[in-house]
């Protein structure tokens, strides 16, 4: 979280400082407003792509040898699943929440409702079931 803040916070000083440099170079006629707006639009394009690159990073895909019918009939969602299996790789919920994007009172409720669903009492007991019943690899 503290990453995150500092990236918008350096990104935010970053856009100030650019606007007050265009701002005097077009009043000092040095600059025409064309090239200005063309350097804003370039800064805001790499921020967005790299704001983006965490979003389109490849997430937990399900494998062939899991049974896709079974996951339908205990009816666990697609966020239920990806917790699933982020648990199955050993991950704490914070971890989970971060990977995710979600909050951790997110996840605890996804996990409740895995555990529920799968009649689990921990989470080792989950991922256990869960691979007896075909719907994760293991």
Known sequence: MKKTIFVFSTLTLSL??????????FLAGDTSIEFLIAVVAVVFLFIGLYINRKRTAPGPTRNQDVAPEKIKEL???NREYQVLLE?????????????????????KTHVSN?????????RTHAVQRAKELQIISG
Do not use: H
Request: no cysteine.
């Open 16 to 25: 100030l400082i650019l606007f007050r440099f265009s701002e005097y170079a």
């Open 87 to 107: 648990i199955s790789n050993g991950l704490s919920n914070k971890e989970i929440g971060e990977k995710l994007y979600v909050s951790e009172s997110t996840v």
């Open 75 to 77: 009816g666990i969602s």
């Open 114 to 122: 895995l555990l529920t669903k799968l009649n689990a009492k921990r």
